[in-house]
């Protein structure tokens, strides 16, 4: 039979389990006022997409492949609809009336940039994509992977994928608390600037627009991360999906004979002081 200091203190420990599933909740949920915004000069990504464009034009079909890691899977979004990947395909096919859009979510959590080169013939080759998003950076930065490396293997994997006649862009890691406390995470960015640069690849810098919604903005962390304090929520992945179909969209208009594009600051060189 219980006592009553036992009962007492079971239901002290249902009243705690209650109050910490409602904090992870809070946390979790986007707050209504959550803005989805970017600054025009953080959606130029820095090349322009003639392929693409041509695509679109001539074959009124474009094929992308998101190759990247868990913020590609989803992890974090409450249902596959919810991803980046599958925000990108609702814009672009809304924006597109005429244009079969398809976008293939070739995300697995927890992956380096070693492994998703491994699977480019299944993943990406396989898809005869003419454009690739490639999502990474975050991965590596978190087990410090050696930097040189790091963007060794980038280069390749872009040259090996031009060489297929793919246009590429790179996005950059997430602005979030468990990024933020490594001691060189602007060292990755910088590598991820500086093989879009020296391949002639576009840039989309999640990071600077994520840091802007927090800084500028003045969003909590929960309105587009969830507790773990490293993965996006829906409106985080929703967001960064629409953003990107806009800097695509902008680019692939830029992507005629004489189309150019200014290419906007190196990743990790602008604002990475301001923090809370």
């Known amino acids: 039979m219980r006592t009553t200091d036992g009962r ?13 599933a409602l904090l992870a909740a809070a946390l979790a949920a ?7 915004v970017a600054s025009p000069g953080l959606l130029d ?55 079969k859009v398809n976008v293939y979510n070739k995300g697995i959590g927890g992956q380096e940039v070693g ?29 410090r992977f050696n930097i040189e490396s790091f963007r060794r293997l980038v280069g390749e ?4 994928m031009k060489a297929r006649g793919i246009e590429i862009v790179l996005m950059t890691p997430q602005y979030a608390p468990a990024v933020l406390a490594l001691p060189n995470e602007e060292e990755y960015l910088a590598a991820m600037a500086k093989v879009a640069r020296e391949k002639d690849v576009g840039l989309f810098d999640r990071f600077r ?20 304090g490293l993965h996006l929520n829906d409106f ?6 629409r953003l990107l179909a806009q800097a695509i969209e ?27």
């Not at 627009?209 to 773990?228: C, G, P």
Request: charged share 25%; net charge positive; proline share 4%.
């Open 8 to 20: 007492r203190s079971s239901r002290a420990r249902g009243v705690a389990r209650v109050l910490i």
């Open 30 to 36: 986007p707050a209504a006022g959550a803005r989805c």
């Open 45 to 99: 990504l820095g090349v322009a997409l003639p392929k693409t464009r041509a695509a679109i034009e001539t074959r009124k079909a474009v094929e992308i492949v998101a190759l990247g890691s868990s913020s590609t899977q989803g992890y974090g979004a409450s249902t596959a609809l919810k991803t980046y990947p599958a925000e990108l395909l609702r814009v672009l096919s809304r924006d597109l009336p005429g244009v």
């Open 115 to 143: 492994a998703m080169l491994e699977r480019l013939d299944r993943d990406v080759f396989a898809e005869t994509p003419d454009l690739v998003i490639w999502q990474l950076g975050t991965n590596a930065a978190l087990r």
């Open 157 to 160: 994997g872009v040259e090996r």
């Open 209 to 228: 627009i994520m840091q802007d919604w927090f800084d500028r903005e003045h969003m909590a962390y929960s309105e587009f991360l969830v507790h773990d």
């Open 236 to 241: 985080g992945y929703q967001c960064i999906g």
């Open 250 to 276: 902008q680019a692939v208009r830029k992507g005629g004979r004489d189309g150019v594009s200014a290419r906007p600051p190196a990743a990790g060189q602008a604002g990475l002081a301001s923090r809370r």
